[in-house]
């Protein structure tokens, strides 16, 4: 996930594009199955997770190390922040 991820963004798609939107809709069910976290909890927050996960992938140099660094984890951040909106 993370090289569709990096490829997406050094590509030069936007956040809102075809590709970005259907990364982010995979990445989404992936987290959904991690145990113990709101996104795998029925009834949880997902978009509220999903929104704050973002951040962090953004504010941890080593999550934003997995996305290719600070700029392309804030290309997935603003990519999941316009799935929440759109689907959660």
Known sequence: MNAGWISAYTSGDTPDSATAQELAHQHV????????????T???DIKTYVNGLGEIYVADERFAANCGGRDGAAFVRDALAVYAEREL
């Open 29 to 40: 069910p992936w987290l959904m199955s991690i145990p113990g976290t709101a996104a795998a």
């Open 42 to 44: 029925p009834g949880g």
